[in-house]
């Protein structure tokens, strides 16, 4: 089994799965359908096309920087002032960084990472306004989805690392296997993504947590005390 391996970082992320309304909040990792959906428009599918193919991809994700929740409260009237559009507060996850991992089929995989490198749809991590900060693919990989998400390097960015602690305990959210205890279920598994009859089926899903080591640690409490050692001084 092959694992692609996935980096989804930005100013803002969206990850909801059960916004309704006037209310549009936010998970606090991406969700499984958001990354569905993501691996979809990267190969130029319309909504209302099938996607059977990625319905069997195992999907896990890693919270290497959580950021914070942020809240966008927006208002909009017509064009001529007459009419108010309801009120409405939307969620974001600002500063956040994850590491996230699909395992398939080597040659689906690759060819999903052909697709993030020449997006025929442009990327945006769970809405249209919150672009990627740099590429989304890391490459597909052997090995399993416990490998990458426990032995990836952390992919915090480098001012987070700085403040952080030379060991960083870090969550880990997947799939679920047969005979494993679930910690949770959401409404996270897509069926179909036709604006006219969306629909999703309930995902259950396995949380725990590992600790990866903070190498920027160390370097920054020697800058600290010999702030030119970093300079080779």
């Known amino acids: 089994m092959s694992v ?16 309704r309304f006037a209310r549009r909040g936010t998970e606090i990792a991406p969700t499984k359908s958001g990354i569905i959906g993501l691996l979809a428009a990267a190969r130029g599918m319309r909504r209302t096309e099938p996607f059977t193919d990625l319905l069997g991809l195992e999907f896990g994700v890693r919270l290497d920087q ?24 939307r969620f974001y996850l600002s500063d956040a960084a994850f590491l996230a991992a699909v395992s398939g089929e080597p040659e689906l995989l690759h060819g999903l990472a052909e697709a993030l490198d020449r997006p025929h749809f442009p990327l945006y991590l769970g809405r ?23 032995g990836w390097p952390w992919l915090a960015a480098e001012w987070h690392r700085r403040k952080a602690a030379r060991t ?28 006219a009859h969306r629909q999703h089926t309930w995902r259950s899903v396995l949380r725990r947590h590992v600790d990866v080591t903070n190498d920027l640690a160390e370097r920054a409490a020697v800058a600290d005390h010999d702030p030119l050692s970093l300079l080779g001084g």
Do not use: K
């Open 4 to 19: 692609l391996v996935l980096r989804l970082a930005g100013p803002l992320q969206s990850w909801g799965s059960s916004s």
């Open 66 to 89: 959580p950021g914070q929740i942020l809240r966008d409260f927006q208002t909009a009237r017509s064009l001529d002032g007459r009419h108010s559009a309801p009120l409405t507060y």
């Open 128 to 150: 249209r306004s919150c672009p990627p900060a740099g590429p989304v693919n890391l490459g597909v990989h052997d090995g399993t989805l416990d490998d990458v998400l426990t």
């Open 168 to 195: 960083v305990r870090l969550e880990i959210i997947r799939d679920a296997r047969p005979g494993e205890p679930v910690t949770e279920t959401l409404p996270d598994e897509p069926i179909s993504f036709d604006p």
